[in-house]
Structure formats: structure tokens, C-alpha cells
């Protein structure tokens, strides 16, 4: 079994920054693509950003240029950087990970959210 937390979130104004983190454990042979999801009320999950194992990224429009994804392969973690927040960043943010236990399967797990709010 696989876990990923995730820490972070919180309450910060228009305009300012937050740093999310999601750190998976377990049975663990390799992480494929890791990466950030939202969900606002009354609305669908969406894409927020994605990394591959060897750095290539992806980002929905409404973040380019405000929010960066990174991880660390050694600590199997992924981070969010998200500046220049706007109160439509408000929602659950969910972490997401594709893992290969080596044994043949590539798994996608989830994180339980953070929640993020942006708010004068």
C-alpha cells in the first residue's frame, strides 16, 4: 500500500503565496507521473499541474506563469509553488501519484486534500 500526505494549505490573502507538499510512502518501486489536482465546491475535479519522473511539466492555463510543480525523486515528493494567488485558487487541493510496486502494477493513488483559501 501506498500513502501520500499532504501539508501546506491555509488561508492567505489575494495576492500572496502558499507552498504545498505531498510526500508518498509504502511500497514504492518508482513514481511515474506525480501531480496536483483541485476541486472547488459545486465543481469537478480539474487539473492544476503534472511532472513526469524525468521533469517534463504540464499546467492547466488559469496557473501558467503563477504556480510551478517540482519534485524530489529521492523523497518521493512533489511540491506546488503558488504565487500571485487569486480567490477562484480557492478549493481542496489533491495530490496524485502513479506508482509502480514492482511487481507489475502502476497504481494511481491519491492524497486526502489540503485546503487552500484565498481571501481578503
Known amino acids: 500500500q501506498v500513502q501520500l500526505v499532504e501539508s501546506g494549505g491555509g488561508l492567505v490573502q489575494p495576492g500572496g503565496s502558499l507552498r504545498l507538499s505531498c510526500a508518498a510512502s509504502g511500497s514504492i518501486f518508482s513514481i511515474y507521473a506525480m501531480g496536483w489536482y483541485r476541486q472547488a465546491p459545486g465543481k469537478q475535479r480539474e487539473l492544476v499541474a503534472t511532472i513526469t519522473s524525468g521533469g517534463s511539466t504540464n499546467y492547466a492555463d488559469s496557473v501558467k506563469g503563477r504556480f510551478t510543480i517540482s519534485r524530489d525523486n529521492a523523497k518521493n515528493t512533489v511540491y506546488l509553488q503558488m504565487n500571485s494567488l487569486k480567490p477562484e485558487d480557492t478549493a481542496v487541493y489533491y495530490c496524485?501519484?502513479?506508482?509502480?510496486?514492482?511487481?507489475?502494477?502502476?497504481?494511481?493513488?491519491w492524497g486526502q486534500g489540503t485546503q487552500v483559501t484565498v481571501s481578503s
Open positions: 496524485n501519484a502513479e506508482v509502480d510496486n514492482g511487481l507489475g502494477y502502476v497504481t494511481d493513488y
